[in-house]
């Protein structure tokens, strides 16, 4: 019951999925989309699991005042307002008219965008600390990698007067050449890679996925 | 621009305070930063939980359901069949109690099942099949040399695309050892890929900071506003934002430069 | 720790200070950088500037506000271009989402008019530019290849009434104006393959003078088009609407962008130069 | 020939159809000059209507031989109005248009009862095209085609080839992994960014400080996340056995389960259930780069010794990376999400590129039957190569038919 079960589900389920891709026939693209409906709900179900260890760890640190204890109760009360006012005051839970609550919208607009935006253009700054400690010519593959990237960051350079048309070209080829080719062949070996995991875990071999007893 | 009210003002300044506070995580991990990343957390897992009920649950399971009585479990409901993703979905919560856990392995099954069965031929078809299409290329040989300087449409570029992908093919074989030709093909395999992750890297780099400059553009309009308004409450409260950072920050200079010299061993 | 020891191992504050104070001056000090301007660029502006008082060029403002940071400055560049040679234009948008942002970008710019600018040395004094006489906006339709082929026949056809429901006749600029032969040019910019169509039942069945205004990551790929003479000219990007902007002598927020950018740029390769200087040398000095 | 008589017949049939048109749309042209005197162009001909192959049901392909005033003959036309009907006499509604050079259109419509724009199967549909001029009451009607019906397939026959890729493999697969059940020796060469996991977990227990294993921002249906869950199995087991810390922030609720079953797994297998803890393993939230503030926020205050990052990860992955690596952490990471790959090579010690990350989770597992899955990879691998360099033979002689057998139709 414990192991047998899940592992045959597997089977059946990631068989039927694969027969199912050659089968363009109505009734299989109904049970299909029904299945993905399942994966959709299953998922939204355990977002409560997600929240509980989010609430439990957040109040043991509380509870045992253990280090930066008081930064757990601003994510307590962020998720606990953010909850209180989509609900609209916990007034309208059956239909979305929650999604248009002002402090909701506000606490989106004001709190979740600035922030995300702001940690997302931290990557100015990292790709250039990255690029100052990484890009060394320590051996013939580092100086590979230097040298292509310094001359795409070159390419529109206007500083170097007749050179730069060189620069541009280089770069254009260095894009359209040497990186398409390294893409397909990572491509073509990501997809043998995948196919051959996902034959794994239908075939019941690997099953690190399901834990033991 | 429309005069904005003060409400709104003060809701652009928690932005821009936020905005600031998340920036100096650049600096060090400092309270500020600390109090913005919890916050963000817990905010950010409320609205997905708000998102998912309203977009996901309701649209997907409850309004599919609503034609059915809950005293009857929703068999009646026209699409009775829907209370069976919702029993997977309530089996995932078995995970709460110790010894009923191994009950969420079902759905758990399920769903990976599902997926990996999805992957099998999709994968197959757009990153194997697809590429080895594209890969079988006709070369134009009439272009062979190409029109000036590094052309890729040239006939010994698209040739170098179709060995560079072989030789990166090869490099990646798990069952030999980089040793003699093949040590060489291999080798030429991972120049390929070098240049390309460097060529790719850089340019990136234009994307990234423009996302630095729509972060300055946004501060800069807040200054605007709070300048422009001319009023008295605008302009404390942008002092007070930029100032707990200015202050903060010459602080941190003057620390600098004053700090003993250690010897580091 | 000797000095090249330090250029290797700096700490990356110093490279985050760095370029954070160089985004944030050049981003608010405007001052001018060299632009190297290409031939397909130059094609364009040349194309343009060259035309008379009264010549009607055609621009179709083809994006939605997705790639709107892209292509916004190069339709304010060719059009102001256009306006303050006292040229006529007639504008689209064949994008769903696009319409009502290519009405307001269309009446900032005749808002721009206003005031009194010198470019490349003549002084164009305000005037006022006047919706159906210095130009008329057709708006949008379903089933773009059929407009494009449409206006070839005549404007009327696809658009009877413009975007306000005005009937064309109305307008004095569309005075004796029936297809794309009285139109010096026709200028798509465009962040969809919506250009294809442009191409293949634009020019390729009526034969007008077209140029392109592309996303960068687009335009590599309509170069072929340049080569075969389908095309007499492209805007590619940013860096492309800068180069415009630089011909016509009037900076806007695409040669703001670039200069930030490549002030950026140079930030990070003198880091790299730097990180590599030291790690040579201290690697020759210990043998 | 056949084409000159049909048209020959259509012109002859114009005089009689004329009347109709004058009844139905009036010549009035209030709007242009130059297209006073349009005179009708010709009418398409062979048209044929026939049920969408390879497809749910729901539609319908039609093809015809533009009109000889389509680019030529009168020159006249501008585009082409796919009509339909129920019955032969009408009424008939537009489908859509198609613009000059057209020889075909799909008429596709929703499987849905309840759209408005439901096609049903089996039902008799006929159909007729029409010759548009840039007059709008000037136009000529194709005959009309009918009856015909549109219904769904049981095969799809242009996924043939991806059938044989599936199945070879899935032969080959099966193949290998019997082979290694019957202890045939399967030799793998070293991967230095795999060793260095195992390195890295002792440096840890010397440093005694937690490893940091981030899964990524894939979900559970993402096979890169499934592959991370054994590298993640043989990581906690090692760090249960040398009682080193582990932490896991999870962004997918599901993961978070999964990962919890795995970890607690390993624990067992090295015989400390009992230093397990739900704790280890925790969610964070679903949202990209709050998520990214919190793993942040965790590497410069717990300081591992180690971050290990293996799953999908998209732009955030510089950020984690960089941010390890002011920790003074050492990172190990692997993904197929090519646009990253560069970012860890970069800024990590160690990259798992693409199919590596793959072959990791059959490499740390050192079971044979896993590293027969392994083989299995390297012989398709080989086989795409061939192949490749067979068409592209092929195909510079011109001769395309090999290439053709590899073509998907969708």
């Known amino acids: ?213 | ?265 | 720790m000797n000095i090249f020891d330090r250029m290797m191992s700096l700490d990356r504050r110093w490279v985050f200070l760095f370029l954070a104070l160089v985004c944030v001056v050049t981003h608010v000090v405007p001052f001018s950088i060299p632009i190297n301007t290409t031939e397909e660029v130059e094609a364009v502006f040349n194309f343009i500037d060259t035309l008379k008082e009264d010549d009607i060029i055609f621009v179709a403002i083809d994006y939605d506000p997705n790639s709107l940071a892209e292509l916004h400055p190069m339709t304010y560049a060719i059009v102001e271009h256009a306006f303050r040679k006292k040229m006529k234009v007639i504008f689209t948008s064949l994008s769903q989402n696009g319409p009502g942002m290519a009405d307001r970008t269309i009446r900032d710019i005749t808002d721009s008019m206003m005031i009194e600018r010198t470019y490349n040395g003549v002084t164009y004094p305000p005037r006022e530019v006047k919706n159906g006489i210095d130009y008329v906006f057709l708006g949008y339709k379903p089933y773009p290849a059929l407009v494009v082929v449409g206006m070839g026949q005549n404007f009327r056809i696809p658009f009877p009434s413009d975007y306000y429901g005005t009937p064309l006749d109305d307008h004095p600029i569309m005075k004796g104006v029936q297809n794309f032969d009285q139109v010096k040019c026709v200028v798509d910019i465009s962040g969809t393959s919506g250009v294809d169509m442009w191409i293949a039942y634009g020019q390729g069945r009526y034969n007008f003078p077209l140029a392109l205004g592309l996303t960068g990551v687009m335009a590599a790929d309509y170069y072929p088009y340049l080569n075969s003479g389908q095309v007499f000219g492209i805007l590619g990007g940013l860096l492309g609407a800068a180069q415009y902007e630089k011909l016509a002598d009037n900076p806007g927020p695409a040669v703001d962008g670039m200069r930030v950018q490549l002030y950026a740029h140079i930030v990070i390769i003198l880091f790299i130069v730097l990180g590599n200087v030291g790690f040579l040398m201290s690697r020759k000095r210990k043998g | ?410």
């Open chain 2, 1 to 265: 621009m429309e005069a904005m009210s003060f409400g709104t003002f003060l809701w652009v300044s928690l932005g821009a305070f936020l905005t600031l506070a998340t920036f100096s995580f650049l600096y060090k991990d400092n309270p500020f930063y600390k109090f913005a990343e919890h916050l963000v957390v817990g905010v950010s897992a409320g609205y997905f939980v708000i998102i998912l009920w309203h977009n996901g649950l309701q649209p997907n399971l409850f309004d599919r359901l609503n034609d059915g009585n809950w005293y009857l479990l929703w068999l009646n409901s026209s699409r009775w069949w829907y209370i069976v993703p919702a029993i997977l979905g309530v089996m995932m919560w078995t995970r709460f109690s110790k010894k009923r856990a191994w009950i969420s392995r079902w759905p758990i099954a399920l769903y990976i099942g599902i997926a990996t069965g999805l992957a099998i031929p999709l994968e197959m078809k757009n990153r194997v099949n697809m590429q080895l299409y594209s890969t079988m290329r006709a070369i134009d040989w009439s272009n062979f040399f190409g029109n000036g300087f590094l052309d890729s449409m040239a006939g010994y570029s698209q040739l170098l695309i179709f060995l560079g992908v072989l030789a990166a093919l090869f490099y990646f074989f798990f069952s030999k050892e980089h040793t003699g030709v093949f040590k060489g093909v291999a080798q030429f395999g991972i120049w390929i890929l070098m240049v390309g992750f460097g060529a790719s890297f850089g340019y990136t780099v234009m994307a990234r900071i423009s996302l630095f400059v729509q972060r300055i553009q946004i501060l800069e309009n807040y200054t605007k506003t709070a300048w422009d308004s001319g009023d008295g409450l605008f302009l404390l409260f942008w002092f007070i934002t930029f100032g707990i950072f200015a202050v903060l920050g010459v602080v941190q200079i003057i620390k600098h430069l004053t700090r003993k010299k250690t010897v580091t061993p």
């Open chain 4, 1 to 410: 020939m056949k084409h000159k008589l049909l048209i020959g017949c259509c012109l002859l049939l114009l005089p009689l159809l004329a009347p109709a048109w004058a009844q139905e749309a009036p010549v009035a042209d209030t709007t242009t000059d130059s297209t006073a005197a349009m005179q009708a162009p010709a009418p398409v001909t062979d048209l044929t209507a026939r049920d969408k192959e390879n497809d749910h049901g729901h539609g319908i392909v039609l093809e015809w031989t533009p009109s000889v005033d389509d680019d030529g003959g009168l020159n006249n036309v501008f585009g082409y109005v796919i009509q339909r009907a129920e019955s032969p006499d009408g009424p008939f509604e537009e489908r859509g248009r198609v613009p000059i050079g057209a020889g075909g259109y799909d008429d596709i419509g929703s499987k849905e009862r309840e759209s408005d724009g439901f096609m049903p199967d089996y039902v008799d549909y006929y159909y007729l095209v029409r010759t548009l001029t840039v007059d709008e009451a000037v136009y000529t009607d194709s005959d009309i085609i009918g009856p015909v019906q549109s219904y769904g397939q049981w095969f799809n026959t242009g996924r043939i080839p991806v059938l044989f890729f599936v199945i070879g493999f899935m032969i080959l697969t099966m193949y290998f992994i019997t082979k290694a059940r019957g202890g045939a020796k399967l030799f793998v060469r070293r991967l230095a960014g795999i060793e260095a996991v195992d390195e890295a977990i002792g440096r840890a227990t010397e440093m005694g400080k937690p490893i940091l294993y981030v899964l990524g921002l894939g979900t559970a249906s993402d096979i890169a996340t499934i592959a991370s869950f054994t590298i993640l199995g043989r990581v906690a087991k090692k760090v249960a056995e040398y009682q080193t810390g582990l932490i896991v922030p999870c962004y997918d609720p599901i993961v978070m389960t999964v990962a919890q079953e795995t970890v607690r797994t390993s624990y067992m297998d090295a015989g400390r259930p009992d230093s397990y803890s739900d704790d280890m393993v925790y969610f964070v939230t679903q949202s990209q780069f709050a998520y990214v503030a919190a793993v942040n926020g965790t590497m410069l205050r717990e300081l591992p010794a180690t971050n290990i990052y293996m799953g999908k990860f998209f732009a955030e992955s510089l950020i984690l990376a960089e941010t390890g690596a002011l920790a003074g952490s050492i990172q190990i990471s692997g993904t197929d999400e090519i646009a990253q790959i560069p970012f860890f090579v970069v800024a990590c010690d160690y990259t798992l590129i693409g199919e590596e990350l793959y072959a990791a989770s059959a490499y740390l597992g050192r079971e044979p039957v896993l590293l027969g899955s392994l083989k299995a990879q390297d012989y398709a691998k080989a086989a795409v190569i061939i192949l490749a360099v067979i068409g592209f033979i092929t195909i510079n002689f011109d001769w395309g038919g090999f290439k053709q057998l590899f073509q998907v139709l969708d």
């Open chain 1, 1 to 213: 019951m414990k192991r047998q079960v899940p592992l045959a589900l597997v089977f059946i389920f990631g068989i039927f999925m694969i027969i199912q891709y050659f089968v363009p026939h109505e009734s299989s693209e109904w049970v299909f989309e029904f299945l993905l409906d399942w994966i959709y709900i299953i998922g939204i179900f355990a977002l409560a699991l997600g929240i509980w260890s989010l609430i439990r760890v957040s109040w043991e640190k509380i509870r045992y005042r253990k280090e930066n204890w008081q930064y757990a109760a601003v994510t307590l009360l962020g998720l606990f307002f953010m909850i209180f006012f989509g609900f609209d005051y916990f007034r309208n839970f059956f239909n979305a008219t929650g999604l248009q609550n002002f402090m909701f919208r506000h606490f989106f607009d004001y709190i979740m965008i600035p922030i995300q935006a702001t940690m997302f253009s931290l990557l100015a700054f990292f790709i250039a600390s990255a690029a100052y400690r990484a890009f060394r010519a320590r051996s013939l593959l580092a100086t590979l990698l230097l040298i292509a990237a310094l001359i795409v960051m070159l390419r529109f350079n206007p500083y170097l007067g007749p050179l730069g048309d060189y620069m541009e070209k280089t770069a254009s080829w260095l894009l359209n050449v040497p990186n398409l080719a390294a893409k397909r062949a990572i491509i073509v070996g990501i997809g043998l890679g995948i196919v051959a995991t996902a034959l794994k875990v239908i075939l019941g071999i690997e099953r690190a996925y399901l834990g033991k007893d």
